[in-house]
């Protein structure tokens, strides 16, 4: 497998292993799935979490200048995943932020099973990271080449909704992924299906 999985700080994971001790921030998650759990609450597939500058540049340095924020963990009942939970970097280290909810959480284990596949016969070793893009209304797993960088190229995989214009769930080389939709200007509008 050419798939390495990043292990997140210590830090990041006691964070959210006390947001899912704690009644009050589990209470005020919204997803049917969450509430309604049958077994323990387990966080599973961390992944950093990166920010493309909406005000940078594309294509070019900006990926390369995309600053790690945080980390985000998807939070599994059994093998069902209910929701993925956020931490955030800040002067005292890993602090939890939030929940998440809504289509990424799946989507992002589907991209993640769709990464194993696409890279199982390749000899790079690629780390996972999440990507979100702000100015541009999209997320995607960015899969970075950890040795051979000068021989292969970075890939997004579009999480669904994606922008209109780009596939979701299908890896694109991220140099003209970003090309894309620099040329789009913002014009891109979010698919909702």
Known sequence: MSLSMPQPPAAALRAVLG??????????????AMRRRTGVLAPANPLPVHLLDPMAALPGPALAGARRTGWRFLIQDGDEVVAAADTRECTEGQVFSHFAEGPYPLSTLRALQQAKQHTASSPTVYLPRLLSVPGHYMAALWLHPVLDRAQSADLLIPLAPAPLGVTAHRPH?????????????????????
């Open 173 to 193: 080389d991220a140099d003209e992924l970003l090309s894309l939709l620099a040329l789009s200007n913002g014009q891109l509008l979010t698919a909702t299906h």
């Open 19 to 32: 947001a899912l001790d704690s009644p009050n921030a589990v209470r005020a998650v919204r997803t049917a």
